[in-house]
T-cell receptor, first 111, second 113 residues
């Protein structure tokens, strides 16, 4: 069974601060995705990383896939209240059958 | 709007009952996935269908069953409901048989009393 761990579980910061959340596993994944989920809604895909060591930037968000394809990080620069939500990482096995989701990091950005 | 439609949005029922959750995937998507989300378990994969056929099975209880119809909509049937089945049930769809990008519906919140 492939398991993903995310840390921290909860994070509350002030607007303008920087933060990094982590997604770790003992398993190797063919790709890894990050989703954001807001209350009352389903998760929405932010990014997919495929290559070990890959870095992708999406405005103030920077995503990195570990060299060994077992871990990933999401860094947010100058966080805004609109960044508030549950951030989920999901790893795809090499068999491509389904994504395994981590438990999420619940981020609260206070104005 | 993801294009994935789930009904009902909210459902309250009693233990021992049976409910059916419905999902219409995004236009053109052939794969449908069902996930259960509870506070202590996170997002748990239940089952995947591709073009009407079961493709992958996760931690789905025997009391639960699903199917995908020729028009590609899917239903998740939950029977002999227990208090612990209370959760958000999400349907997601993707274009192909392998996962790629998942588009999630807004979920069906099931409360078992």
């Amino acid at each position: 069974t492939q398991l993903l761990e995310q840390s921290p579980q909860f994070l509350s910061i002030q607007e303008g601060e920087n933060l990094t959340v982590y997604c770790n596993s003992s398993s190797v994944f063919s790709s890894l995705q990050w989703y954001r989920q807001e209350p009352g809604e389903g998760p929405v895909l932010l990014v997919t990383v495929v290559t070990g060591g890959e870095v992708k930037k999406l405005k103030r968000l920077t995503f990195q896939f570990g060299d060994a394809r077992k871990d990933s990080s999401l860094h947010i620069t100058a966080a805004q209240p609109g960044d508030t939500g549950l951030y989920l990482c999901a790893g795809e096995s090499y068999y491509g059958q389904n994504f395994v989701f981590g438990p999420g990091t619940r981020l609260s950005v206070l104005p | 709007d993801s294009g994935v439609t789930q009904t009902p949005k909210h459902l309250i029922t009693a233990t021992g009952q049976r409910v059916t959750l419905r999902c219409s995937p995004r236009s053109g998507d052939l794969s449908v996935y069902w996930y259960q989300q509870s506070l202590d378990q996170g997002l748990q994969f239940l089952i995947q269908y591709y073009n009407g056929e079961e493709r992958a099975k996760g931690n789905i209880l025997e009391r639960f069953s699903a199917q995908q119809f020729p028009d590609l909509h899917s239903e998740l049937n939950l029977s002999s409901l227990e208090l612990g089945d209370s959760a958000l049930y999400f349907c997601a769809s993707s274009l192909g048989v392998n996962t790629g990008e998942l588009f999630f519906g807004e979920g069906s919140r099931l409360t078992v009393l």
